[in-house]
């Protein structure tokens, strides 16, 4: 369970989240018609050494967890297509909120003048580095790694390494919201907010919503089993009061998009066909709702 002020590292709590989705971005990339490529995602687990992730990608078909891996496919995507779309707009800073192990900063194709800022865990994005390094691993930004709590003062730290709050930026808050209190949740929007400047873009995935920790244990049911072993992602979710993210940014003058994994999966030529006959309607209701959310600061 979750306790103010708590920590961890790559293979407890929520860096072993971390951890699970790069281990399925790692199969992803592999797969004959892949959605992303991510070659750094298999480092990570091979180095930490968790005995269900390594197993997963040496016999893939072990695990079963139907679907699951796919959507981490989609999701990968659209923040790829996101910053893709900020850069191309003319941006040149990039936040990665709870950046985890995420290799954006080496695998993309950024543009000259792009800096990108990764905020996470000290322990995490040390483990992340170093493994980087043994790979000898060479970014195509300038990447900037701020280690501190989401639920600290982070605009400090991100102003103090560099980031300009007079010029645009694209934030991503990617596999986050549910894992902040709704204080912290809040705050974050709020100081988005504060520190972007017109023509800024945002992008998160709201994936917790409508679901608590029953929900979570029916899906295990109905995907063939917990991808994440025996430790229940419900149980490290907050479900006190918070905003809802599109509803807040539509009334501080941001132009909202939204869309639901399965449209996305569609379009990226890998719609989502094989799910349980027997699902609950209420639950597949609940996995069609538009978690995908992407929002411009208007002039």
């Not at 199969?27 to 750094?40: G, T």
């Not at 080496?106 to 170093?130: C, N, S, T």
């Not at 600290?152 to 549910?178: I, K, M, N, Q, V």
């Not at 609950?280 to 978690?291: F, G, H, K």
Request: no cysteine; proline share 7%; net charge negative.
């Amino acid at each position: 369970m979750r306790t103010d002020g708590d920590s961890w590292d790559i293979v407890t709590s929520v860096g072993l989240t971390a951890l699970g989705v790069a281990a399925f971005r790692a199969l992803e990339s592999i797969d004959p018609e892949p959605m992303i490529h991510d070659e750094y995602a298999a480092w990570f687990v091979e180095a930490a050494g968790e005995p269900r992730f390594v197993d997963m990608l040496e016999d893939p078909a072990s695990v079963p967890v139907g679907p699951f891996g796919r959507f981490m496919g989609v999701r990968t995507r659209f923040f790829d297509e996101f910053f893709a779309a900020a850069w191309q707009r003319g941006v040149r800073q990039a936040v990665i909120l709870a950046s985890g192990l995420d290799a954006r900063a080496y695998r993309l194709d950024w543009p000259a003048g792009m800096v990108v800022f990764e905020i996470d865990q000290p322990r995490v994005l040390e483990f992340k580095d170093r493994v980087l390094a043994q790979h000898g691993a060479v970014f195509k930004a300038d990447r900037r790694v701020l280690a501190v709590d989401l639920r600290d003062d982070w605009p400090a730290a991100l102003t103090a390494a560099g980031f300009d709050p007079e010029r645009p930026a694209a934030w991503s808050a990617e596999g986050l919201l549910p894992f902040l209190p709704g204080s912290a949740h809040d705050a974050l929007f709020e100081r988005i907010d504060a520190l972007s400047a017109p023509g800024s873009s945002v992008a998160t995935d709201d994936f917790g919503r409508g679901l608590d920790s029953h929900d979570f244990d029916t899906e295990e049911k109905f995907f063939g089993g917990n991808p994440f072993g025996n430790l229940n992602v419900g149980d490290l979710w907050y479900d006190d009061t918070r905003a809802e993210p599109e509803d807040w940014l539509s009334r501080h003058g941001w132009s909202v998009h939204h869309a639901s994994p399965f449209d996305l999966a569609a379009d990226y030529g890998r719609p989502i066909t094989d799910l349980p006959a027997d699902l609950p309607e209420a639950l597949l209701d609940r996995m069609r709702q538009p978690r995908y959310v992407s929002a411009e600061k208007r002039s």
